[in-house]
């Protein structure tokens, strides 16, 4: 009795080891401990995350059931802020060119803090869209400094492999917050959604207090060289940057095809439970979180980007049919076809997102990071803005023959930027 107890509890010691080994080699691999800035941009996306994941749990709740808007109030407001989220991130990246990406980042991060907790003091239509263009802006303009800083930080591959992991951890910590919110509609109180979209504000305020604290050498030393280069080029004169960025906006409507449209197809057009919906999104989440940095790494060089984005392209009409399927058949064969779909659709995110950054920085003048990297970010907001509209007009209307459109929108956007990758590999290799 005696030995076999030993053997439990040596066992039970030799799990917890493993656990704790896991644990340390997942802070070893993305907080990076010999990187500050690395590791400082690791730290603030958790927080900056986990605010998000409270407030996409929360928001809409505390909107119409708190403040007492009206649910069109809250869709045309946000609509309103997703159109200035487009000139919002163009516009940080020539900001970021001239007070430095850290400065707007730092400024940003505690800006939109402030628009949530500001949430809590709106009483008309008028003042709701101006905070959520505030909030919704500023989280565009966030997205521009990021990246700005990750090219100007780091090199080559890693760059690509920065953002996988930051997406990573980004992915991770929104399911942990989305999990805290829980709290909150459990309980289903005024004071409870009070507390949660004030602890959203509060996040992003560590957040920036922790880019604050950032180390700046890589960056500022990046930067300088950067500023201390020739004539640069503008990304608005760019015909294959430009070009690059529009197709990028249409594959980025995939994401929103997941979270609006997905969930509005399951619920309305066919034999699924409602669980489902939770289920897809959280095997989408699974997904992404295992195998991004996986695809970051196949997608290093523009012609490999360029044929991620491809596949990606094919994957997400496969996913398309798959999601039109959906609506016939016995609940089985549904639950089936949408698991099918979403592993589909979850593939494509991964390549799409993995090439577009390796293109996004690779095809950008070295010294005009800051505005060629607004631009790409100008592509992203444009397709979160756009993707309910499309998703809407196409597959939510019009059933299977919608779906077949989208799925050749996203496989026609993937062969023209590995059309045009390839052109200008080919291009380059000339001219050499």
């Not at 080559?156 to 991770?172: C, F, K, Q, Y």
């Not at 659709?345 to 577009?356: N, V």
Request: contains cysteine; positive net charge.
């Amino acid at each position: 009795m005696v030995g076999r107890y030993a053997a439990t509890t040596d066992g039970m010691h030799l799990v917890t080891e493993r656990h704790r080994s896991a644990a340390a080699g997942w802070v070893r691999r993305y907080l990076r401990p010999d990187d500050p800035v690395a590791r400082a941009l690791t730290w603030a996306t958790m927080t900056s995350s986990l605010s998000k994941g409270v407030f996409y749990s929360v928001s809409v709740l505390f909107f119409t059931h708190v403040a007492g808007f009206a649910a069109t109030t809250v869709g045309l407001g946000l609509t309103i802020a997703g159109a200035v989220a487009v000139a919002a991130a163009l516009a940080a990246g020539y900001l970021a060119r001239v007070v430095g990406a850290r400065r707007v980042l730092l400024a940003t991060t505690a800006g939109q803090g402030l628009a949530l907790v500001a949430y809590l003091l709106v009483h008309t239509p008028a003042a709701f869209v101006v905070v959520a263009c505030a909030a919704v802006g500023q989280q565009a303009m966030q997205r521009t400094a990021l990246t700005t800083m990750i090219a100007e930080s780091f090199t080559g591959p890693d760059r690509v492999e920065m953002r996988a992991r930051l997406r990573v951890v980004t992915n991770a910590f929104i399911g942990v917050g989305t999990a805290l919110a829980a709290v909150a509609l459990v309980l289903d109180t005024k004071l409870a959604y009070l507390l949660a979209m004030l602890a959203t504000g509060a996040l992003l305020f560590v957040s920036a207090f922790l880019l604050r604290r950032m180390d700046r050498g890589a960056e500022l030393t990046a930067t300088d060289g950067s500023r201390a280069a020739g004539v640069r080029q503008s990304p608005l004169r760019d015909r294959t940057y430009l070009a690059v960025t529009g197709l990028y906006a249409v594959m980025s409507m995939q994401v929103g095809m997941l979270t609006v449209g997905v969930p509005l197809w399951v619920a309305g057009s066919t034999k699924a439970p409602p669980a489902t919906i939770a289920a897809l999104l959280a095997l989408n989440t699974v997904i992404v979180s295992l195998l991004q940095v996986w695809a970051a790494r196949g997608a290093r060089t523009i012609r490999s980007a360029g044929r991620a984005v491809a596949g990606a392209g094919t994957l997400l009409a496969l996913a398309c049919g798959l999601y039109a399927l959906s609506a016939h058949g016995a609940i089985t064969v549904v639950v089936v076809m949408l698991t099918l779909a979403t592993v589909a659709h979850s593939l494509a995110e991964i390549l799409s997102e993995a090439g577009s950054w390796t293109l996004a920085f690779e095809l950008a003048d070295p010294a005009n990071v800051g505005a060629y990297q607004g631009v790409s970010q100008t592509g992203a907001a444009l397709g979160s803005m756009l993707a309910p509209l499309v998703v809407t007009a196409t597959a939510l209307e019009h059933g299977w023959p919608g779906w077949i459109l989208l799925g050749v929108l996203f496989l026609l956007a993937g062969s023209l930027t590995m059309a045009l990758i390839r052109r200008q590999v080919d291009g380059l290799l000339l001219s050499g």
